[in-house]
């Protein structure tokens, strides 16, 4: 039962060319970047990456594009990521946009075991009829594009058939989390954490604090230890890294 593993090194073995990724965090909150920098590390490439950001001010999943090693990004938001957009419009990186709402329920459903749901998200939008560019040529021109979706009407309103996603690793980051692999998300770090690690068949948590089976409240478990196969603990220097994406002050 215990799942705790000696280093990030040792917590992302296995993890090859190719690799399908769920990646936690929301912006810069809650993002697993111990694991990620270790993975860079490690030299891993040819990456399709589940997440809703790709990363920004060269930290988190930002570290891996730029360094050329994601092929494909499944999320819902771009923000100023200046190397994701380039590479995308260039033609470097296959990208599928999905609504937010969409992709969490995706990430959750593929880690409950349903295949596939209905949404009114999308309904009469590029999102079921298809033509998204998922990738395009280089030269402005698209060489891969979504193809359309099922949309099938209950009492009267059309929905859209999405697919639940699993992916063959997850990287997620807690603030508490025991040997059992219990963990405790804080704030907006829980905003896709918890649904990333649902979604993978290997899932691998980075725990700002350690602690004994036991010392979490069940009632306070916001994600349980059966989904999660590795657990490694933060140095207190790498947990206290909290970087800030926008600077505002008020007058």
């Avoid at 917590?11 to 090859?16: E, K, R, S």
């Avoid at 590029?126 to 990738?135: K, M, N, S, T, Y």
Wanted: proline share 4%; net charge negative.
């Amino acid at each position: 039962m215990d799942k705790v593993v000696a280093t990030v090194a040792e917590a992302v073995a296995g993890i090859g060319d190719g690799a399908s990724l769920a990646v936690g965090g929301f912006g810069l909150s809650g993002v697993p970047n111990e694991l990620i920098r270790a993975l860079h590390a490690a030299g891993a490439t040819g990456l399709r990456v589940v997440s809703n950001n790709c990363g920004a001010m060269d930290s988190g999943l930002a570290l891996l594009l730029s360094a050329g090693r994601i092929a494909r990004v499944t999320g819902s938001y771009i923000g100023a990521n200046k190397e994701f957009a380039r590479q995308y419009l260039g033609g470097e990186l296959e990208v599928e946009m999905i609504p937010q709402g969409t992709l969490a329920e995706r990430l959750r459903a593929g880690g409950a075991g349903i295949p596939a749901f209905y949404t009114p998200a999308g309904v009469g939008t590029q999102v079921a009829d298809g033509g998204l560019p998922w990738r395009y040529d280089g030269e402005g021109g698209i060489a891969l594009a979504s193809p359309a979706k099922e949309v099938r009407e209950f009492d009267g309103t059309p929905y859209v058939l999405e697919r639940g996603i699993r992916t063959d690793f997850a990287l997620v980051r807690a603030a508490r989390g025991d040997r059992h692999g219990n963990l405790v998300f804080t704030k907006s770090a829980r905003n896709f954490n918890p649904l990333a690690a649902m979604a993978g068949r290997v899932t691998v948590a980075e725990v700002e604090e350690l602690v004994e089976p036991g010392e979490i409240d069940p009632d306070a478990v916001h994600l349980p230890g059966i989904f999660v196969q590795r657990v490694v603990a933060l140095t207190a220097g790498q947990a206290a890294e909290k970087r800030i994406e926008k600077r505002t002050v008020s007058g």
